[in-house]
C-alpha cells in the first residue's frame, strides 16, 4: 500500500535526491505549477499524484508513514523486467549497478514469489521495482 503523498514528504523525497521542482517536473510529466501547488499544501488528482510518486520510486525513494508522512532513499531499488515473458527475468538496479540474472522461471508469479522468499518487496505497482525488506 502506497503512502499518501503530503507536502511535507514531497519536499522531502525531493531533498533526498537533490531536485529541483523542474527535476520532478521532468522526471514525473507533470506541470511545475503542479508540484508547487501539492508542495504549497493544495490537491492533485490521484492519478497525478501516482506519477510522482512513480519518478520518486524509480530513484529509490519511497514516500512512507511511520510516525508521519516522509520519504525514505534506499540503497539499491532492483528493476525487474517482467516484459521478457516466459523464461529469464533480469533485475537491474537504479543505481548503476550491473544487472543480475534471476533463475528461470515459468511464470511472473513464481518470479514474485522468489522475490518475496529472497528478502526483497515491492516498491511500486505493478510491483516493476522491488527493494530489500528492512
Avoid at 49 to 59: D, G, L, N, T
Avoid at 85 to 109: I, K, L, N, V, Y
Wanted: aromatic share 8%; proline share 5%.
Amino acid at each position: 500500500m502506497t503512502a499518501k503523498l503530503t507536502a511535507a514528504a514531497c519536499r522531502a523525497a525531493r531533498g533526498l535526491l537533490g531536485w529541483t521542482v523542474r527535476d520532478l517536473m521532468r522526471a514525473a510529466s507533470v506541470s511545475p505549477n503542479t508540484v508547487t501547488t501539492l508542495e504549497d499544501g493544495g490537491s492533485v488528482r490521484p492519478e497525478t499524484e501516482a506519477k510522482i510518486v512513480a519518478a520518486f520510486a524509480r530513484h529509490g525513494v519511497e514516500i512512507t508513514n511511520g510516525t508521519g508522512t516522509g520519504a525514505h532513499l534506499h540503497s539499491t531499488v532492483w528493476r525487474v523486467d517482467f516484459a521478457k515473458g516466459r523464461g529469464r527475468f533480469t533485475a537491474q538496479p537504479a543505481s548503476g549497478q550491473p544487472p543480475r540474472m534471476f533463475p528461470d522461471f515459468a511464470t511472473q508469479h513464481e518470479v514474485r514469489q522468489w522475490l518475496e522468499q529472497n528478502g526483497y518487496r515491492a516498491l511500486s505497482e505493478p510491483e516493476d521495482l522491488w527493494v530489500a525488506s528492512a
